[in-house]
């Protein structure tokens, strides 16, 4: 198997995404020989993990948005919950409303 740089399987990836399986127009024929070497090509950059970032700031501003809108819904129904305790509370003390217990 020829080693690939990582924008041919980026590729690949993608072509496998978009078809659902691998096309045929895309494949290599099996006749053909592909030169392969134990070192890259000295025009190839090599990747690692480690060099890409998955954040970006465009998605951290989403983020931090959906978080800030998360967290605003938790309090109006905290505060929400809080105060039909107190309402009940009061109503219980005043005999205003009798629950059997």
Request: aromatic share 10%; proline share 5%.
């Amino acid at each position: 198997m020829p080693k690939l740089t990582l924008e041919q399987k980026r590729r690949e990836t993608l072509r496998r995404q978009l078809y659902g399986r691998e096309d045929t127009a895309f494949k290599t024929p099996k006749n053909s020989t592909i030169k392969s070497s134990a070192q890259p090509a000295a025009n190839v950059k090599t990747y690692s993990l480690s060099d890409y970032q998955p954040s970006t700031p465009n998605s951290e501003l989403l983020t931090s948005n959906y978080l800030t809108h998360d967290l605003s819904k938790v309090l109006i129904f905290s505060v929400l919950a809080i105060g039909a305790q107190f309402i009940l509370f009061f109503l219980l003390q005043h005999n205003l409303v009798k629950l059997a217990f």
